[in-house]
């Protein structure tokens, strides 16, 4: 999880990067209370979460955009509303598994490209001593990864590959290697929309760096596990960024399923939040 220099090139080694202290701690653990009643608005109301100003201070500074743009190696960047503040309030009775967010993939494009969306997440809580963070699969955006989750559909692919009927080879599948992030407040994680992940992990008390399988966790006792930093509310955000000259008919494919029209609109309604998507050639999808 090298950052600075090689921020590009680590995440297209590995799928990802963590960016250390981007924000304070202290500021991280004060928006929390607030982030966790907006996450229920939004989900309400249809709300964009870029009208709320504590969200634009955090996902419209200055430092985090050029970092975003070093990754995708562009100077224009679109955004379309993919986004959201989700909160668990029981986080060890959520559900979760290894999954990827690039979904409704065109099979007929060569997966060696790069696949030009970012996820950008931010987390409201300490998950480097305590459970509930996020574990991913290295490099796992340059593979199929077998996941329980999509078994039926992992199996189906499997056939194909064996038949020479998948963009897929047998030396495709593989598992990955699975990390428990230790993040921090005011840490930021940004992976590549292929890549495999699960949300609301958990630590084992006694090897808190062994990374268990989601389904393996849920069938040991949770004493056996270190608890999350609060009893209840894992509360984190998240964000989706493309450059923005695409032309694959995959991704234009994911834009216009996951585009919020309505949500656009709240944007462009608002002047002085317009100037800041201008001022960092952060660009809305044109049929908007």
């Known amino acids: 999880m090298v950052q600075s220099n090689n921020l590009r090139n680590n995440y297209l080694e590995n799928g990802f990067v963590v960016i250390k202290s981007m924000f304070s701690k202290d500021h991280i653990s004060n928006l929390r209370p607030k982030m966790i009643d907006l996450s229920e608005i939004i989900q309400k109301n249809d ?78 809580e300490n998950f480097k001593d305590f459970s509930g963070g996020l574990k991913l699969k290295e490099r796992s955006h340059k593979h199929f990864c077998f996941t329980f989750r999509t078994f039926r559909l992992s199996l189906l692919e499997l ?12 030396s495709s599948f593989k598992l990955g290697k699975s990390i428990n992030l230790e993040i921090e407040q005011g840490d930021v994680v940004i992976w590549n929309l292929r890549t495999h992940h699960c949300g609301t992990s958990r630590r084992l008390k006694l090897f808190p760096k ?53 949500r656009i609109k709240q944007i462009k309604m608002r002047q002085n939040l317009l100037k800041l998507f201008n001022k960092f050639s952060l660009e809305l999808p044109n049929s908007s």
């Open 159 to 170: 056939i194909k590959v064996l038949f020479s009927r998948s963009r897929y080879n047998l």
């Open 47 to 124: 709300k964009e979460i870029f009208v709320d100003e504590d969200v634009q201070n955090l996902l419209l500074s200055e430092k985090l955009i050029k970092k975003i743009k070093e990754i995708l190696n562009t100077d224009k960047l679109l955004y379309f509303s993919d986004s959201g503040i989700v909160n668990h309030i029981d986080p060890f009775k959520a559900e979760n598994g290894y999954h990827n967010d690039a979904r409704n993939e065109d099979h007929t494009i060569n997966y060696e490209n790069e696949y030009p969306i970012i996820r950008v997440g931010v987390y409201f």
């Open 210 to 262: 062994l990374c268990l399988q989601p389904h393996i966790e849920k069938l040991l006792p949770n004493f056996l596990y270190l608890p999350t930093q609060y009893k209840k509310n894992r509360c984190a955000m998240f964000a989706t960024f493309a450059k923005k000259d695409l032309s694959d008919s995959n991704i234009l494919g994911y834009i216009n399923l996951k585009t919020n029209l309505n």
